[in-house]
């Protein structure tokens, strides 16, 4: 039997190409409608819809925790005073400008978004205060007491992390009539670096601040998002700053990346590189040894489990050039000068309790600026951690300021902050129990947290008055209950310290200690004889 096959007419031939095109559309707007819904949920988890937190701002910000809030405190004093209405427009001409001040924070199972708050009210942020009647000279005492208590109020999560409030009316201890501000930014936004940028746009003449829109573009995949927010940004950093370290690192660091290009530059050169790379390992992995096997710090009166309220104290500025002049003398750093006067007033305020302190030492957290100088306009963070131990057992002002010196001479070249940071970067990564548990086997091994800033030299502007002393406290994280500022400032020197009330209910009587070691310091150095001078 011979089936006869009949070939398809031009009508049917017809039909099936509409067919099959008809189906071809339908898939095609099937797939579409699947890869927009997967594209809205994905959205949705990781919250690409706004702009992706860092993985390091993220870690500062689910930092938080009842005995230490991660806000940066600061507070201006400013002669003549000013007024509410003219502080608001030049937040609104300046700060405002940066978006991060217009955006609030969602966060999700995977991290943080920055989204702007649509209804930003700039009244949720700056507050006119008073503070309350104190009898005459004791103004300072009151701003101090109102300082501390805003540094356990949290920041509305509703809105954007930061609060200015201005109190119009605040005598000073000399007894001039003027005003004062202070300043709450979660760290979340920016370190202490990019907040200098941040305060110059404010003042009088100050830079501009970044134009809108002048940022990349957010990217709008996962796997975009996980290169520009977490690699991308940390192999970057950790390049620049090997670089600043020394160009045989960075190159070192640099042939990890390109292997086939380093052979082809000669073996003469490779060899080079090997031996840089050699020693760059060398030193990483000493470095993570120190900072994995640092011991408990001791235990004084100081360390302990905090209680959560605060207090704050500060000191009338030193002469900068009195402490160039001891610096130029001893053969040593201003820098040294300064971390050796905190050692003696730490000592001496252990002493005067009751604590034995002769060989003690305490372990104070440093941070490190990673930023390369043409990004310091940027927010965010972009520092690591060092570890400093204080010599506060040894009382000659001179043997400690030496051992300060050498000390910190053997912090230079040390890759101990770029480890800090990846270890933020990486808590950034986890849940919050799990981060939470990471960092807290650091703050069981510091006392304190201590920033040291160099500021203008010279006396700046702020709505027509002068700003006659600025003093900020970076935040301590876990347990650690202190936390020393230095800055320069106007031509002078101010230290301020915060504590947890639980551990250190009197931080004036450290603070009273400041002067005198300066002092000490100062006579014994004239003392000396020249040739014997390091």
């Known amino acids: 039997m011979v089936t006869r096959v009949t070939a398809p007419s031009a009508g049917e031939k017809l039909a099936r190409r509409v067919a099959q095109e008809m189906a071809r559309q339908v898939a095609g707007k099937v797939a579409r409608n699947v890869q927009k819904n997967l594209k809205r949920a994905v959205s949705g988890t990781l919250g690409l819809s706004g702009e992706r937190m860092s993985k390091v701002d993220t870690a500062w910000l689910r930092m938080d925790c009842d005995a230490n809030l991660m806000q940066i405190v600061g507070v201006w004093t400013l002669q003549p005073g000013v007024k509410y209405e003219a502080v608001r427009e030049r937040i609104e001409n300046t700060l405002l400008k940066y978006d991060r001040f217009r955006q609030r924070v969602i966060e999700d199972a995977a991290g943080a978004t920055w989204v702007f708050d649509r209804s930003f009210d700039l009244a949720n942020h700056l507050i006119l205060e008073k503070l309350p009647k104190s009898a005459r000279g004791r103004g300072e005492q ?16 509703a809105h954007p992390l930061w609060q200015m409030h201005l109190i119009e009316d605040y005598t000073g201890p000399d007894g001039v009539k003027g005003s004062a501000l202070i300043v709450r930014i979660h760290h979340c936004i920016a370190d202490g670096i990019a907040l200098i940028s941040v305060t110059m746009s404010l003042v009088d003449g100050g830079a501009a601040p970044p134009g809108r829109g002048s940022k990349d573009a957010t990217p709008h995949s996962v796997e975009e998002w996980f290169e520009d927010t977490l690699l991308r940004p940390f192999t970057q950093l950790t390049v620049k700053a090997l670089g600043a370290m020394g160009e045989g690192a960075a190159r070192s660091l640099g042939m990890l990346g390109d292997p086939k290009k ?5 073996l003469e050169q490779g060899i080079k590189s090997s031996l840089d790379l050699g ?3 060398l030193q990483v992995l000493a470095d993570t040894a120190a900072l994995a096997l640092m011991p408990d710090d001791s235990k004084t009166r100081l360390k302990g489990t905090p209680g959560g309220v605060k207090k704050v104290a500060w000191c009338q500025p030193i002469p900068l050039d009195e402490v160039k002049a001891v610096g130029k003398a001893l053969n040593c750093s201003v820098n040294d000068v300064l971390l050796s006067c905190v050692a003696g007033a730490l000592g001496e305020y252990l002493k005067a309790q009751g604590d034995e302190v002769a060989g003690q030492e305490i372990r104070a957290m440093v941070p490190v600026n990673l930023r390369p100088r043409e990004q310091t306009h940027k927010l965010g963070n972009h520092f690591g951690l060092v570890p400093l131990v204080l010599p506060i057992g040894l009382a000659n002002p001179v043997e400690r300021i030496y051992e300060v010196r050498r000390r910190m001479t053997a912090l230079k070249g040390s890759y101990q902050p770029l480890l800090a940071f990846s270890l933020l970067a990486m808590a950034g990564l986890l849940i919050k129990p799990a981060q939470d548990l990471m960092l807290n086997i650091f703050s069981k091994k510091t006392t304190a947290v201590m920033t040291n800033v160099p500021g203008p030299r010279e006396k700046l502007k702020f709505c027509g008055a002068t700003l006659e002393q600025s003093m900020f406290w970076v935040p301590q ?11 320069s400032y106007g031509g002078g020197v101010q230290f301020g ?3 947890d009330s639980a551990l250190c209910p009197e931080p004036q009587r450290i603070i009273d200690e400041f002067v005198p070691e300066f002092a000490r310091l100062s006579i014994v150095t004239l003392m000396l004889p020249w040739h014997e001078r390091p």
Do not use: F, M, W, Y
């Open 497 to 499: 310290v915060i504590t």
């Open 142 to 157: 009151a701003l101090q007491d109102r300082v501390a208590e805003l540094a356990t109020e949290r920041l509305a999560p």
């Open 279 to 281: 020693k760059v390992l």
């Open 477 to 487: 994280s876990g347990n650690v209950g202190l936390g020393v500022s230095i800055l």
């Open 262 to 266: 380093s052979v082809e530059q000669g």
